[in-house]
């Protein structure tokens, strides 16, 4: 179950500057937990690209970058290019029911 | 580098228990918290549980009454069981470390992930 909400595609032209948000609740984001980002590319699995709401692993280009404000997070791609093109999913952790990790709905993010 | 690798059967039938495996390779399953995850098709990844190498375990509260991970340290695995399945568990299954940073967690690496079939 996804207690993330993301939108389902965002699209743009090489070069391009996208957003996509992750809104959470007071459980969650709110709740002062930080949030995560993964890239999924088709058939392989979800590979960190942002962490600590707004810090990127060493290897992953600055063009990716993070933020997060009050109940919702996003991830910001600046000049756009193809191999960015994969599923997108934030991550948190909800402090209700004893806590447990959480994931967003993702968004498949397309290279025009 | 620590890289992870599930095994286990690709069909499972409704009622009965899914059982997976998952071997570390290339470090110790000592120190670190090891989880399994899911993902259905086209959903977002769900996680199920972690436990440490103590045997210290927890559970997502939606799947809590069917899950049970194990460890064997002296194999460097750990294990998966979820019992009473339907085709809704049909999933792809990851293993994942639970890499943590100062009070920052996150999951990495993964493991390439088990496709598992609920079906009669």
């Known amino acids: 179950q996804s207690v993330l909400t993301q939108p389902p595609s965002v699209s743009g032209a090489p070069g391009q500057r996208l957003t996509i948000s992750c809104t959470g609740s007071s459980s969650n984001i709110g709740a002062l937990n930080d949030v995560k980002w993964y890239q999924q590319l088709p058939g392989k699995a979800p590979k960190l690209i942002i962490y600590?709401?707004?810090y990127r692993p060493s290897g992953v280009p600055d063009r990716f970058s993070g933020s997060k404000s009050g109940t919702s997070a996003s991830l910001a791609i600046s000049g756009l290019q193809a191999e960015d093109e994969a599923d997108y999913y934030c991550?948190?952790?909800?402090?209700?029911?004893?806590?447990?990790?959480?994931f967003g709905t993702g968004t498949k993010v397309t290279v025009l | 580098q620590v890289q992870l690798q599930e095994s286990g059967p690709g069909l499972v039938k409704p009622s009965e228990t899914l059982s997976l495996t998952c071997t570390v390779s290339g470090g110790s399953i000592s120190n670190y918290h090891w989880c399994w995850i899911r993902q259905s098709p086209g959903k977002g990844p769900e996680w199920i549980g972690f436990?440490?190498?103590?045997?210290?375990?927890k559970y997502n509260p939606s799947l809590k009454s069917r899950v049970t991970i194990s460890v064997d340290t002296s194999k460097n695995q750990f294990a998966l069981k979820l019992s009473s399945v339907t085709p809704a568990d049909t999933a792809m299954y990851y293993c994942?470390?639970?890499?943590?940073?100062?009070?920052?967690?996150?999951?990495?690496?993964w493991g390439q992930g088990t496709l598992v079939t609920v079906s009669s």
């Open positions: 600590d709401n707004t």
């Open positions: 991550q948190s952790y909800d402090s209700s029911l004893g806590g447990f990790y959480v």
């Open positions: 994942a470390r639970l890499y943590s940073s100062g009070s920052v967690l996150w999951f990495d690496p």
């Open positions: 436990i440490y190498h103590s045997g210290t375990t």
